[in-house]
């Protein structure tokens, strides 16, 4: 059982990382405080997999495990679904020094999330995320958030759990898809700052969920890269921009495709490679990190489905909601694989040749 | 223009009081690094009498202030209007940089700062509150919340403002029955705290609007206690309990008329009455403070329209979501004028007592 620290202004809440540890959930609970009475909120396919286990194991050690299932999908983060989850929670009693256990992927990490900010002015929250993507990303650095029918992620707050608890195990029943999507945030925290774990996933069969002590180290690694970024700047005045890399065009790209046809995670791997152009035709990334991210990220999206971009509206949506659609953009590029600087003069130029550029690559 | 400062864990947020201040406001805007678009939440009632004074300030100033006015009363405090109003300010295009102004008495602030705390994971939130019981109670101490079919305030979040803003002369044109109810919590903090505040009522034409410094000094008074109490424990962890002397008994009452025919701080009013008739019981207040409190209680409150109660349901309501019906429990009860003592042992018969004496008092 790892420990990392997520070290934040005024406190600080650990992450737990281990293979085949959910038998060491219930002492861990009970060192944080967490006291008997606990709503578990996690989706119907997750609930099939580990709900049985995870209730199980808590009642043995005396815990009172209420349970609330919700479909998959994204659309679960809509205030409807909120305003259900408050009234069940009413009914189950939970009280204000009691805990909401978030049991799933991003979906669930951020919709029961808000629900714990939000409910009685804020109760306990434990994260035990079961995807990668959750499990190296949307788990740690206390940002939840529902959606508006005009985007994603508009209603939220920052909200701290307790402790994160990340079973590697749980990944060996993910689809490969979805694996495919926690390695792109993965190869992000490689760039970024971790040359290490471009070494791993460079000379493994990944993606593959078979081996996982290599997915345990990645796991680490990039837990350690994101808790070190968020202890920086939780609030997202600037440093946290870092982690936004891949995600202005990759976002564009979800967008253009109506969120549909592609994942988040296969459009951020795209568009990390997009950004890596633009920083290599600046003349800010050599050419030989940048030729290795290719390699590394063509060898992990061989398998996305779609790959049929529509120029303009990816522009368009990278653009939207600012005023002059040529203006410029921030942003924060690799000068070589673990180290970034911040630009604030983008162009729109330079955004249009990126995406000519991933057409050309992914066709 | 005075200034308490509301100091709390990694920082503060002051509190503006004088009269006659709405021309300075843009001013303090700026000294606060209020950006040119705000967005500006109040009611029809409160529009009707300030909100194109403090548009045209705004504007002079160089501000671009976008309103959105919502029909007065606590329904409004719903999710809903809250969803509603984030459709507002996403067309409105308020950005995460920018502004919320609550511009109201206690029920715009709970609803602005609710959709300030989570509007884009939050928004910059300033509190003008336009009522006595806002300007000492409810803007200040980081409490936002909205209310569930099931009951008050059940979703909130801890939320703290840029500053607050408030000017007495809003309350030349607050009708009667809202300054007594904002007076509920004056002489409450006057009872825990202030002795100032009660020689201050004692000696007055209290309530009346008319003397506007006798309320500039109540209100900068209770803003002094508040702020302390706030400072020593925001999130309320057992300190910030102090603030609920009458409230105990005052929600019974309340939800006993089912939040109808009684305003808020009246029922509180009374409530304040009932629980220091409990601490002069058990002997723990002296018996000349106890009568001073009920002289001034009820010179306060004689107009109180309906005074006819239930025994058994404000019990009820009281016990409310415990499991055993005779349960013990914890309040501050005065000592003194000025001082209060935490007791964890209130029983049933006490309160039983507690009610059949303000039954008595008030026929």
Redesign the interface.
């Known amino acids: 059982l790892r420990r990392i620290i997520v070290k934040v202004?005024?406190g600080g809440y650990p992450i737990y990382i281990g293979s085949g540890i959910l038998e060491k959930f219930p002492a861990v609970c009970e060192k944080h405080g967490i006291r008997s009475h606990v709503v578990i909120i996690t989706d119907r396919i997750v609930a099939g997999i580990y709900l049985d286990g995870l209730v199980g194991i808590m009642r043995d050690a005396g815990f009172r495990p209420d349970v609330i299932i919700i479909p998959p999908g994204e659309s679960q983060k809509s205030?409807s679904r909120?305003?259900r989850i408050?009234?069940e929670l009413?009914k189950m009693?939970l009280r204000r020094d009691e805990t909401i256990i978030a049991l799933g992927g991003g979906v669930i990490g951020d919709l029961a999330g808000f629900v714990a900010?939000?409910?009685?002015?804020?109760v306990n929250l434990v994260y035990v995320p079961t995807t990668l993507l959750a499990q190296v990303d949307s788990s740690i650095g206390g940002?939840v958030?529902i959606n508006?029918?005009?985007?994603k992620n508009?209603?939220?707050?920052?909200y701290r759990p307790v402790f994160i608890f990340s079973d590697i195990e749980t990944l060996k029943t993910l689809p490969r898809r979805e694996l495919i999507c926690g390695l792109g945030e993965v190869v992000k925290y490689g760039i970024i700052m971790k040359k290490d774990i471009l070494d791993i996933i460079e000379d493994r069969d990944v993606p593959s969920g078979d081996n996982l002590k290599i997915y345990r180290k990645l796991v680490e690694h990039s837990a350690n890269v994101k808790s070190y970024v968020v202890s920086r700047d939780e609030r997202e005045r600037k440093y946290r921009m870092i982690l936004n890399f891949g995600h202005t065009i990759g976002h564009g790209i979800e967008a253009s495709l109506n969120y549909k046809k592609l994942k988040h995670g296969e459009a951020i791997l795209i568009g990390i490679l997009a950004e890596s152009f633009i920083s290599v035709k600046r003349g800010v990334l050599p050419k030989v990190d940048f030729e290795r991210i290719k390699k590394i990220i063509l060898k992990i999206s061989k398998e996305i489905p779609h790959k049929e971009f529509d120029k303009n509206s990816i522009l368009k949506h990278i653009y939207l909601?600012k005023k002059i659609m040529n203006q410029r953009l921030n942003m924060f590029l690799p000068v070589r694989i673990g180290m970034m600087r911040f630009f604030d003069d983008i162009s729109f130029r330079e955004l249009s040749m990126a995406i000519d550029y991933i057409k050309e690559v992914f066709f």
């Open positions: 202004r005024d205030i909120v305003a408050y009234t009413i009693k900010a939000t409910y009685l002015r804020g940002k958030a508006h029918k005009f985007g508009l209603i939220g707050a920052f909601d």
